[in-house]
C-alpha cells in the first residue's frame, strides 16, 4: 500500500501565478519530507524539505506547508514561471535511510 | 551535484537477455538505492545497499538482483529480461536525509 500518495496527476497554471500541489501521507514515523523537481529525460533533483517538527519551510519562490494532524503537506510556488513546469514528486524520510516516493503530479506553466 | 553516474544512459535488449546497469558514486556515500519510474506509479523501490556486500529488498524486487563489492559501485542486473522490465531506472544516493539522483537509464525491452 502506498505510503505517500499524490491524488493530482496534473496541475495547469497561468504565468505569475500561485502554484499549489499536494501530498498526503499515512505514515506519521516520517522525519522528513521532501520535494522534487523531474524534467523529461533528466534524474529527479532536490527542490524543498520539511522536518516532521516544523509547519512551514520556506525558499525563495517555493515553500512547503506540513500538517502533521492532517498528514498533509503542500508546495506553494509563487509566482509561478514557464521553467516551472516539469513533474513533482513528494518523497518522505525515515528510520532506516528509506525513501517512499509519490506518483508524481505534473506541473503545467502556461505564459 | 552528488557524483552520481549510470550507465548506460540507453539500452534496447532483447526478452530473455541477462542486462546489467551500473551506477557509480564518487561521494563514498554509504546508501545507494535502485528505482524505476513508471507512468502512474511514480518512483519504485527495486533494491537498496547500505554498504559493501550489504543489500536488501524495496517493493518491486522481483526479477532483479544487485551486487555491491566496492563502495562506488552499485550494479543492478536482470537475470532474464521481460517485457514489463521496460522502464526508466535511476540509482541513487543519500546523503543524511536526502536522497540525490542519476541521470537515469532508458531500458527497452522487445
Known amino acids: 500500500d502506498q505510503q505517500v500518495k499524490q491524488n493530482s496527476p496534473s496541475l495547469s497554471v497561468q504565468e505569475g501565478r500561485i502554484s499549489i500541489l499536494n501530498c498526503d501521507y499515512t505514515n506519521s514515523m516520517f522525519d522528513y519530507f521532501l520535494w522534487y523537481k523531474k524534467y523529461p529525460a533528466e534524474g529527479p533533483t532536490f527542490l524543498i524539505s520539511i522536518s516532521s517538527i516544523k509547519d512551514k519551510n520556506e525558499d525563495g519562490r517555493f515553500t512547503v506547508f506540513l500538517n502533521k494532524s492532517a498528514k498533509h503537506l503542500s508546495l506553494h510556488i509563487v509566482p509561478s514561471q514557464p521553467g516551472d513546469s516539469a513533474v513533482y514528486f513528494c518523497a518522505a524520510s525515515g528510520t532506516g535511510n528509506q525513501f517512499y516516493f509519490g506518483t508524481g503530479t505534473s506541473l503545467t506553466v502556461i505564459p | 551535484d552528488a557524483g552520481i553516474t549510470q550507465s548506460p544512459r540507453h539500452k534496447v535488449t532483447e526478452t530473455g537477455t541477462p542486462v546489467t546497469l551500473r551506477c557509480h558514486q564518487t561521494e563514498n556515500h554509504r546508501y545507494m538505492y535502485w528505482y524505476r519510474q513508471d507512468p502512474g506509479h511514480g518512483l519504485r523501490l527495486i533494491h537498496y545497499?547500505?554498504?559493501?556486500?550489504?543489500?536488501d529488498k524495496g517493493e518491486v524486487s522481483d526479477g532483479y538482483s544487485v551486487s555491491r563489492s566496492k563502495t562506488e559501485d552499485f550494479l543492478l542486473t536482470l537475470e532474464s529480461a521481460t517485457s514489463s522490465q521496460t522502464s526508466v531506472y535511476f540509482c541513487?544516493?543519500?546523503?543524511?536525509?536526502?536522497?540525490?539522483f542519476g541521470q537515469g537509464t532508458r531500458l527497452t525491452v522487445v
Open positions: 545497499s547500505y554498504g559493501v556486500k550489504d543489500t
Open positions: 541513487a544516493i543519500s546523503e543524511s536525509w536526502k536522497a540525490f
